[in-house]
């Protein structure tokens, strides 16, 4: 199957700073990937979706200001999390779409502000 | 109130039972997947449904998707200790669209 890379796969930082996530088709294109957040014990939340050549699309209630997403190839997408405070603290998915609409997730970002 | 409800939330069986987790919405879905995750992973892509009335089997995983394209049911048959984990549904509206996900069921398989 196909193969979906992020990295790093666990970052602490402290709050104030800035942690970029990188998301990476391995053997497929990607026009679209997507973004999630999942807390503990609880679903997937999508974040926003990242077109490759264009803006984003945030889902309601996610601060674009904040959680800056750059899709500059077909194979990456970046997701920034600006000024991060402890609350910022979760278990970060992204996966990406194939052309033939299956989406494959990556193995997740653990991001501690402390 | 979540587009797409799973249930159990929980649930928790000896070794060799069977078992079956719900994925009920009041909307019609062109596509439906199951997802298997464990902790400190990604979501695992386990089966993609697309016409009423569909099943499909992995092995001792039967899925169903309902004749209406609302609904779907994930059936275990013998569990094992290795299918402990969360599963969850998702469901995409329309053909390129975004994936909506189901709360998750989390599923332990006791020895």
């Known amino acids: 199957g196909a193969v979906v890379s992020q990295h790093p796969s666990r970052v602490i930082c402290k709050s104030g700073t800035s942690v970029k996530i990188e998301c990476r088709s391995l053997?497929?294109?990607?026009?679209?990937m997507f973004w999630y957040r999942q807390f503990p014990k609880q679903s997937l939340m999508l974040m926003a979706t990242?077109?490759?050549?264009?803006?984003?699309?945030?889902e309601q209630g996610v601060e674009k200001d904040k959680f800056l997403i750059n899709h500059a190839s077909l194979t990456l997408s970046t997701l920034t999390v600006t000024s991060a405070h402890p609350e910022d603290s979760s278990f970060y998915i992204c996966?990406?779409?194939?052309?033939?609409?299956?989406?494959?997730f990556g193995p997740g970002t653990r991001l501690l502000v402390l | 109130t979540q587009l797409l409800e799973q249930s159990p939330q929980f649930l928790s069986i000896q070794e060799g039972e069977n078992l079956t987790v719900y994925c009920n919405s009041s909307?019609?879905?062109?596509?439906l997947q199951w997802y298997r995750q464990e902790p400190g992973e990604g979501p695992v892509l386990l089966v993609t449904?697309?016409?009423?009335?569909e099943v499909k089997k992995l092995k001792r995983l039967t899925f169903q998707f309902g004749d209406a394209r609302k609904d779907s049911s994930l059936h275990i048959t013998a569990a094992q200790p290795g299918d402990t984990g969360l599963y969850l549904c998702?469901?995409?509206?329309?053909?390129?669209?975004?994936?909506?996900f189901g709360g998750g069921t989390r599923v332990l398989v006791k020895p």
């Open positions: 996966s990406a779409r194939d052309m033939g609409e299956t989406q494959y």
């Open positions: 053997d497929f294109q990607a026009t679209t």
């Open positions: 990242s077109n490759e050549g264009s803006k984003a699309t945030y």
């Open positions: 909307s019609v879905f062109s596509s």
């Open positions: 449904v697309v016409t009423g009335g």
């Open positions: 998702a469901g995409a509206r329309a053909a390129g669209n975004k994936l909506t």
